[in-house]
């Protein structure tokens, strides 16, 4: 058995030990999520990760005179 399989097999027995010892000591106990707390913490980390990346990447696009390369793909003028 490889070095790799013996590791995820002692882990998973570990956790499943830690588990069942808890799961007699307190007993079953439902999982809560915040749904409100987790859809904010989503469009604080989109509202910093969007412009983060779009904004060095246009950067990125305009040549030295501050036009787009893309103008004449796109058939912008200017």
Same mark, same amino acid.
């Given at each position: 058995?490889?070095?790799?399989?013996?590791?995820?097999?002692?882990?998973?027995?570990? @956790?499943? %030990?830690s588990w069942a010892?808890?799961?007699?000591?307190? %007993?079953?106990?439902?999982?809560?999520?915040p749904w409100t707390?987790? #859809?904010?913490?989503?469009?604080?980390?989109?509202?910093?990760?969007?412009?983060?990346?779009?904004?060095?990447?246009?950067?990125?696009l305009r040549g030295?005179? #501050?036009?787009? @390369?893309?103008? #004449? @793909?796109?058939?912008?003028? %200017?």
């Amino acid at each position: 058995m490889p070095l790799r399989e013996l590791g995820a097999l002692a882990s998973a027995l570990s @956790i499943a %030990g830690s588990w069942a010892a808890l799961h007699r000591l307190v %007993g079953a106990t439902p999982a809560v999520v915040p749904w409100t707390v987790l #859809g904010e913490l989503l469009a604080a980390c989109a509202a910093v990760a969007l412009p983060a990346a779009v904004l060095p990447a246009a950067l990125a696009l305009r040549g030295r005179d #501050g036009r787009s @390369i893309l103008a #004449g @793909i796109s058939g912008e003028s %200017g």
